[in-house]
């Protein structure tokens, strides 16, 4: 069996353009986050309510650095499957593990590392076996995809399913089960990105001579982006909010690169013309990346000592909390005991 790489000259645009936005956006929580601790420290901190970080240049400088890396991701998907560029989207995750052990001085494990290698290797197997774009000539050819009738039917299912999910269960269950703001957050992202990718086209295609911005589908898209990147964005707040950043951070990356993967694969027939062995690779890639970012995010809770630290197992919901606590306590008591009985 002879397995063929599809990294074509414009997945490889797109890769440097996703690559960019990675080391971007993973810097930028590093200089945000020390803009933040000097802010801190001669006023109100933001965990307190202050916003003394606005006069912090530091912050500012990070919150630059973060738009220059969403707009690289953004021009990414103008040249490159989302299928290539939505995964790797767990550089930046390595970029900012690393940069904070350099820099900030947070540990960084040794499994952790293993982890972003793994992460590494992952990626590098998504990229090789990548599909090609299908080259796009218009704006009506993308109204054209997503007004097909399995990608309507796809859409139809996100629509509902958010609904059901926004109305009967976030306001019940949003605050104890994880999963909830997730599946809200990446059943919408998963158009948003169709949408960027669309808007990303049409404004290539607009620099290249070919207006794109007289057709009102262009705009249509504008307006997708605008209402699903705010839903999404607001439910991915209270997830933060109420969940551990470990937590989050992985079933978000999981699910919402498996619903643009999907969305993706509907809408632009992204594996139509790839080898089985190709996808099969491709998938593996992606199982890879998920367990690397498994090992980096759950040693964010093992401390010098070696000792395992409840974050990335134990915030699914309180109950789980409670008993992995009690678990942890009861341990605690025997080793106590059996110190004095020595």
């Not at 069996?1 to 930028?28: D, E, H, R, Y």
């Not at 990346?289 to 964010?300: E, N, R, V």
């Not at 401390?303 to 789980?320: I, N, R, T, V």
Request: with cysteine; net charge neutral.
């Amino acid at each position: 069996m002879v397995f063929k790489s599809s990294l074509t000259p414009q997945n490889v645009k797109g890769l440097g353009l996703a690559l960019l936005s990675c080391f971007f956006i993973g810097s930028s929580f590093i200089m945000k986050k020390k803009g933040l601790k000097k802010a801190g420290a001669v006023g109100v901190s933001a965990g307190s309510g202050g916003h003394s970080y606005l006069l912090e240049p530091l912050w500012w400088i990070g919150m630059i650095t973060m738009i220059t890396g969403e707009m690289s991701n953004f021009a990414a998907y103008a040249y490159a499957p989302a299928i290539l560029v939505t995964p790797l989207g767990a550089v930046s995750i390595i970029v900012s593990a690393v940069l904070a052990h350099l820099i900030l001085n947070e540990r960084l494990h040794s499994v952790g590392l293993l982890g972003c290698f793994i992460c590494l290797v992952g990626s590098v197997t998504m990229v090789l076996f990548a599909p090609e774009d299908q080259p796009i000539s218009s704006v009506q050819e993308l109204w054209d995809l997503a007004t097909q009738t399995d990608f309507v039917v796809y859409v139809g299912f996100v629509f509902i399913s958010v609904m059901f999910l926004m109305v009967f269960l976030a306001p019940h269950y949003g605050r104890t089960h994880v999963i909830v703001c997730i599946s809200i957050c990446s059943l919408t992202g998963s158009l948003t990105v169709m949408s960027i990718k669309a808007i990303g086209i049409a404004i290539k295609l607009t620099f290249e001579g070919d207006n794109q911005f007289f057709y009102p589908h262009t705009w249509f898209f504008v307006v997708v982006v605008v209402v699903c990147g705010i839903t999404q964005l607001n439910y991915l707040n209270k997830a933060l909010d109420a969940f551990d950043t470990a937590v989050v951070s992985l079933i978000y990356y999981v699910m919402f690169t498996s619903f643009t993967i999907l969305a993706s694969v509907i809408m632009f027939k992204s594996w139509q013309n790839q080898a089985v062995s190709s996808i099969t690779l491709e998938m593996c890639g992606f199982v890879i990346i998920l367990f690397g970012m498994t090992l980096l995010l759950a040693t964010k809770g093992i401390g010098d000592s070696g000792s395992f630290k409840l974050g990335l197992y134990a915030a699914f919901s309180p109950s789980l909390s409670a008993r992995l606590n009690e678990g942890q306590e009861d341990l605690e008591r025997i080793i106590r005991s059996s110190k004095s009985g020595q």
